[in-house]
């Protein structure tokens, strides 16, 4: 298991509200798109980061987590798991918190590499279905 209830509650409550979410387009039938959704009806704060740099649900996209001109505090992840770890790696660069692994994702190198930076990680999990859980 990768991520902990404590761990998941300390993302979703303490580590901050700006979360980036990798691959987030304005697919509706994709995943995030209604994760996005939840999490906005949450408190958060979401950064669509996307090749196509889509505005989604209102918020400006970003082709990369390196254009984003201000700081995120956790990484959502919703890319093939063989492109996952890249994308931590730039969450960690970026200076995030945390970095989130939706469900499917798993990078166990990407995990260890990660947590040995100090940035909080959770894989295979869903934030969607973990806020309501743990409230």
Known sequence: MYGDDATIRRILTELGDTWA?????SNQNRPAYGVARVLQRYG????????KAETVHGEQGYASLADIPFDVDVVDVFVNSDLAGAVADEAVAKGARAVWFQLGVVDEAA???????GTEMVMDRCPAIEIPRLN
């Open 44 to 51: 958060k704060r979401i950064v669509p980061v996307h090749p």
């Open 21 to 25: 979410v990798v691959g987030l387009s």
């Open 111 to 117: 995990y260890e590499r990660t947590r040995a930076a």
